[in-house]
């Protein structure tokens, strides 16, 4: 059973658009999400977190928005660069229990 | 600064070999973690350390599985008996703290092969 779901498994944007990574998780004691990037033949790396006592947080062009009853978080990247091209995993946790779920990934395109 | 090196990068053995990956974690981070992903999937949590100790293995699919971190800073991860099912990226993380809100700093890992 996947706790953590990234039901879409590629998307494909135009560069300066906004891209939308979206995930969904099952566990009601997660507390903690991040996202993190994976270009190929490297591991993954962190890129933005949020606690459950948000529902928002910026840093640069990537926000992440957690809405807790629908037990769901997105990731907004604007404007996407092809730069941005990576896989995209969404990770939770309970802050007072390791270890990290991570979800299958996103892989994104963006098109210049 | 240095991050998380993982040794080797690759790895082809035959089935019923024994193997060892390593880890060297980020200098000063109390944490290491090994995670294992697969083709099409995300990373699955196999173990964790806080300093010298495995603070949790349930994520060790079977007996086959062993790790170590004896110092407290280098781990490695023995599989004995390696079936082809064993192939994946081997991923090794490390955090300064143990706390599930600490991020993990990941290695490139180990791409396991087994023939």
């Known amino acids: 059973d996947q706790q953590v779901k990234q039901n879409s498994p590629s998307l494909s944007v135009q560069e300066g658009r906004i891209s939308i990574l979206n995930c969904d998780y099952t566990n009601s004691m997660f507390d903690y999400f991040l996202w993190y990037k994976k270009y190929p033949a490297e591991g993954p790396t962190f890129l933005i977190s949020i606690s459950s006592i948000k529902d928002k947080n910026e840093d640069g062009r990537f926000t992440v928005f957690l809405n807790k009853s629908a037990k769901h978080l997105s990731l907004h990247i604007v404007p996407s660069q092809p730069g941005d091209s990576a896989v995209y995993f969404c990770a939770a946790v309970n802050s007072g229990n390791t270890p990290l779920v991570f979800g299958k990934g996103t892989r994104l395109s963006v098109i210049a | 600064g240095a991050g998380v090196s993982q040794t080797p990068s690759n790895k082809v053995t035959e089935k019923g070999k024994y193997v060892e990956l390593r880890c060297d974690p980020i200098s000063g981070h109390t944490a290491l973690y090994w995670y294992r992903q697969s083709l099409g999937q995300g990373p699955e949590f196999l173990i964790y350390?806080?300093?010298?100790?495995?603070?949790?293995d349930s994520g060790l699919p079977n007996d086959r599985f062993f790790a170590v971190r004896p110092e407290g800073s280098v781990s490695t991860l023995k599989i004995q008996r390696t079936e082809r099912g064993d192939s994946a990226v081997y991923l090794c993380?490390?955090?300064?703290?143990?706390?599930?809100?600490?991020?993990?700093?990941f290695g490139n890992g180990t791409r396991l092969t087994v023939t």
């Open positions: 350390f806080q300093g010298t100790g495995a603070a949790d």
């Open positions: 993380a490390s955090s300064l703290e143990g706390s599930g809100d600490s991020p993990l700093h």
